[in-house]
């Protein structure tokens, strides 16, 4: 429905007899950060075992898969294809036998300059098998002449410009390395192991922590290449630094799963204080609040309370027709929207009705949303959103429109309001939402709403 797609997402854990079992279930815990394919590389011995493939975790791993994935360690990756088509070779962990023995590679981010780098690497004689920009990376670190692979990833990782949160398997280390801005979130957990031992995990989000029963013991810092082998764990960070992080505020905004802790702060409560903060700045005069599903929940419930106004469930979302519902004639086509979320007129007719939604990018869906309330009975339907107007494309690891598609780019506020049919229309301000994640202004990345990008862009 949303016209962002999810980035991707990594996990990976060293020292622990069920690595890829583990690995499965975080990959399931952060699912919603890609669903177009999914895999597992674990290790046993000096050799890797790979399994990957088209789909959803759930379809690509089997139990027998499952089996045939032994070892201590192993590193995942869920994928939305914000660079490279969606077809097998894309997707990850990339794997190759290099000088220094085999490596593997989970990327979330995206390396601006890719481009460039793959033009220069074709020109050495490079043989690209897939389109993806962690290619590129992938071939960087095979033709540094040290046989040293920490230098190799560290010499690498000074040349890309953008965003990366690493996970990297050798057959003697587990690495997790994140770009200098820090752009996308990578933590590192530590459980135990049914040995009494210290089993490391590192994911893009907290909450595959809470599904093995990992321990978050910090984040892995902007601009640091944490390892860890069979010495123990080590971290060194590179020498470029920029004046500033720039962390991804659009994680709080809807990428991150709400019972996530993210850059520090717990995505839920972030989404609800920018619901509080949009209902001082924007209230209105109603009888309901009413969240769009899921991902306005947080938000709706904050302007609620804030407002004093009875929040309620007017939408219900079918959570079982999955991502990808066929339409296949255009005659059945506006049945999209309505096949996901179905107002209740049991609690919407002849009511003033403020519906909150976590953000809104082409218009199109908030305006079939309205229509539905409208539909339900609603007298009044007034939208808030619990993020400032999107007025520029991500280019940090995130599929986005480009901005002639992004309606607050090209229309007014009324006239937003007018084609999304809406009474009123409000957004909450940039000021708004960085009160809510605690950023004060600084160490956030609001490229999309403000047009400030941290570094320079190159051809998308």
Known sequence: MKSWREECGVFGIWNHPDASRLSYLGLYAIQHRGQESAGIVSLRGEQHHVHKGLGLVGDVFSEEALTQLPGHAAIGHVRYSTTGLNFLNNAQPLTAQLLNGPVAIAHNGNIVNAEALRQDLKGQGAIFQGTNDTEVLLHMIARNPSGDLLECLAASLKKVEGAYSLAVLSHRALFAARDPYGFRPLVLGEMSNPSGGTSYVIASETCAFDLIGAR???????????????????????????????????????????????????????????????????????DLIVPVPDSGVPAAIGYAAESRIPFELGIIRNHYIGRTFIQPHQSIRDFGVKIKLNPQAAILKGKRVVVVDDSLVRGTTSRKIISLVRQAGATEV????????????????????????????????????????????GYLSLTGLQEAVKSEGRGYCSACFDGKYPTPLYER
């Open 216 to 286: 978050l013991k910090r984040e892995i810092e902007p601009g640091e290449i944490f390892w860890v082998d069979e010495h123990g764990e080590h971290s060194i960070f590179l020498d470029k630094k920029p004046v500033s992080t720039a962390k991804c505020v659009f994680e709080h905004v809807y990428f991150a799963r709400p019972d996530s802790v993210v850059f520090g702060r717990s995505v839920y409560e972030a989404r609800q204080a920018a619901g509080r903060i949009l209902a001082r700045e924007k209230p209105a005069d109603v």
């Open 382 to 425: 007034h939208l808030r959103v619990a993020a400032p107007p999107t007025m520029g494309p991500c280019y940090y690891g995130v599929d986005t429109p480009e901005k002639s598609e992004l309606i607050a780019a090209t229309h007014s506020l009324d006239q937003i309001r007018e084609f999304v049919g809406a009474d009123s229309l």
